[in-house]
C-alpha cells in the first residue's frame, strides 16, 4: 500500500455515525472498527481519510440494513495539511463501501473526494464526482 504524503489526523473514533456517499444502498453507518488500529491500551481506535474501516449499515436500502461491510473514509470534517501548506477541511464525514480488494461496490460517489484517496485507491477516485 502506498503512503500518504499528508499528515491525517485521524478524527473519526469507533462509534461515529457517518454518511455513505456512494450508490450502494447504504445511507449511514456507524463505525464498529478498522483495520491494522495502530493504537495503544485503553486508547479508542480512530481513523481519517484513507483509512479502511468496518461498519455497521444503520440506514438504507432493506437489503443493506444491519449488514458489516468495509468502508474507505473520503471525507473528514477535521482539517488536515498537506505538504505545501495547504489546510483542507470538509463539510461532512464520509465513506463509501468496498470489497476486499479495495474494489468500489457503487458505481458512483455523490460528491468531491480527498486527493490523498488517489494514490491509494485509484478505482474509487474514478468513480467521484470531483477530486479536491
Do not use: H
Request: positive net charge.
Amino acid at each position: 500500500m502506498k503512503g500518504l504524503q499528508s499528515k491525517i489526523p485521524k478524527a473519526l473514533p469507533i462509534g461515529a455515525i457517518i454518511n455513505c456517499d456512494d450508490n450502494s444502498g447504504a445511507k449511514v453507518v456507524q463505525i464498529i472498527g478498522m483495520l491494522k488500529a495502530p493504537t495503544k491500551r485503553r486508547r479508542k481506535p480512530s481513523v481519517g481519510i484513507g483509512d479502511v474501516a468496518i461498519v455497521a449499515v444503520k440506514k438504507g436500502s432493506p437489503q443493506m440494513i444491519k449488514k458489516v461491510e468495509k468502508a474507505l473514509i473520503i471525507r473528514q470534517k477535521k482539517p488536515i495539511r498537506r505538504p505545501n501548506g495547504i489546510r483542507v477541511m470538509f463539510e461532512d464525514n464520509a465513506c463509501a463501501l468496498i470489497d476486499d480488494s479495495g474494489l468500489p461496490k457503487g458505481t458512483e460517489i455523490k460528491g468531491v473526494v480527498a486527493r490523498e484517496i488517489v494514490d491509494r485507491f485509484p478505482k474509487v477516485a474514478g468513480i467521484a464526482w470531483s477530486i479536491v
